[in-house]
């Protein structure tokens, strides 16, 4: 870690970037671990499914995620066959459209929603409410009605008095409410502070260790009107390594047996969250569906056999490791400026056309990112760039540390990998900026998900 006094984004002369950062030895050539499987180079020209970037950009505009609809696809298959016998709840959270929901259920995966708007997006998208399940720490009554109304799988409760209002509404509407039961293991999880969930002092879950947990499941069962499925555990998320996982297992399923010896009650189920880690830099070393499979059968198989219960049917979440990887922004660069960094030497900036309101990652978790130059092959020397937004805060940053040609210049199209997950979710409207459109590309061809917001989109908010 570089340390300055004004910041560890503030460099120095003989600033190299980061120690993990490589000097490229073909600027222009794609690392294929950080980009979507069909997506390519041809002549320069980043290309994904076959279509190039400089048509997207000429039909849909920059900024653009642009999403490989077969890479999606194939990362939610990919975890249900490993899964087999388990269930994968795809995270939307992550990303969410009606195409996306649909390409879910397609896959055959269920869907994890957290509000009533994501409830909504899956409902309008017909996914099959039983396949749903519902999260979030502070559901409104509005929402957990309109669950128990369209029937969807299961609620994953997070507090008591979400379980009273569960029990009540249950009541009300004369049908049994599916539970789970969301924990805090104990577990801090090796991540950004802000991603991680298992630690107990945080917002999420019944601590197992505070005996909340075992009185909530009590009050559960104690409701007629609710019918409790089993535990669920989610540890916080972009985690590689399976240390807290297994931690966070052990802990969850001591629970479930105890639950078993004292409350005489056998938990159909467990979910272990999801949280997998994806790659963004050639830092990140991400385990296959496969690997993971086998690490968490492992690890419950084995705990239940020593706990001496039958294995819960076993479920996970996971959202980035699905949408994560399948998407790249596409940007185009508006200005370029060297900047003296203290005790000589330069910093090269490159602006492009968007910035925090379309990946707030790098300003709120301090994420890294990579990028290549997407329009065209350069002979240029790579220098250490930093690519920024257009945004009112020099906070607005896309790529810390990346190598790019030094020629880039305005009207450069510049593509960011592994914007799959949390960017359009996340993205918001500073400065008055539109959200930039989605778009999938398939076999050649190129369709709108989510259009671009207009200027009258924001003022059609605005009362005057
Ligand atoms: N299940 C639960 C209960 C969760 O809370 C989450 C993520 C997931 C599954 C999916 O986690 P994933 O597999 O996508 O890591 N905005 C942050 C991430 C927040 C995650 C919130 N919960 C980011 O951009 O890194």
Not at 76 to 97: C, N, P, T, W
Not at 296 to 307: D, S, T
Request: hydrophobic share 40%.
């Amino acid at each position: 870690m570089r340390a300055h006094e004004a910041g560890a984004l503030h460099g120095q002369a003989g600033d190299r970037g980061p120690a993990w950062l490589r000097h490229p030895e073909d600027v222009n050539a794609l690392v294929p671990s950080l980009w979507a499987e069909n997506v390519a180079k041809s002549d320069g020209v980043v290309t994904v499914a076959g279509v190039g970037v400089d048509e997207l950009a000429r039909e849909f505009g920059t900024p653009l995620y642009v999403l490989d609809e077969a890479d999606f696809r194939h990362r939610a298959r990919s975890f249900r066959e490993a899964f087999a016998g388990a269930d994968v709840y795809y995270a939307g959270k992550a990303f969410l459209s009606v195409a996306a929901a649909r390409w879910i259920a397609e896959e055959g995966l269920n869907l994890d929603v957290c509000t009533g708007g994501e409830l909504a997006v899956a409902l309008r998208a017909e996914f099959p409410p039983e396949r749903i399940g519902l999260h979030g720490n502070n559901k409104s009554v509005a929402e957990l009605r309109r669950a128990l109304e369209v029937g969807v799988g299961r609620i994953i409760v997070d507090s008591f008095e979400e379980i009273g209002r569960l029990g009540a509404l249950a009541g009300e509407l004369g049908v049994r409410a599916p539970v789970m039961v969301r924990v805090t293991a104990g577990v801090e999880a090796h991540t950004h502070e802000y991603i991680s969930t298992s630690h107990e002092d945080q917002k999420f879950g019944f601590s197992i260790a505070g005996g909340d947990a075992m009185e909530a499941v009590r009050r559960i069962l104690a409701d007629e009107g609710l019918n409790f499925l089993g535990l669920h555990s989610h540890i916080g998320s972009q985690i590689f390594v399976t240390d807290g996982f297994e931690v966070a297992a052990r802990r969850v399923l001591r629970l479930h047996a105890q639950i078993a010896s004292e409350l005489g009650v056998v938990a159909p189920e467990l979910d272990l969250g999801g949280g997998f880690g994806i790659a963004y830099t050639t830092q990140d070393d991400p385990s296959s569906p496969e690997t993971l499979a086998r690490g968490m059968r492992g690890i419950v198989e084995g705990e239940c056999a020593a706990l001496g219960v039958d294995v819960p049917r076993l479920s996970i979440e996971p959202g980035r490791a699905i949408a994560g990887p399948s998407t790249f922004t596409l940007y185009e660069i508006g200005t370029t400026k060297r900047v003296a960094l203290d005790g000589g030497g330069a910093r090269h900036y490159v602006a492009v056309d968007g910035g925090m309101s379309d990946n707030i990652r790098p300003a709120l978790y301090s994420a890294d990112y990579s990028c290549t130059l997407a329009s065209r092959e350069s002979t240029a020397e790579p220098v250490l760039s930093r690519v920024v937004g257009k945004h009112c805060e020099s906070g607005d940053i896309v790529v810390k540390d990346e190598y790019l040609p030094a020629d880039v210049a305005p009207g450069d199209l510049l593509a960011v990998p592994g914007t799959g997950a949390y960017c359009r979710s996340l993205a918001n409207n500073y400065n008055h900026v539109p959200r930039p459109a989605v778009v999938a590309v398939r076999d050649g061809e190129a369709r709108l998900l989510l259009r671009r917001e207009t200027e009258d989109d924001l003022l059609a908010l605005d009362l005057g």
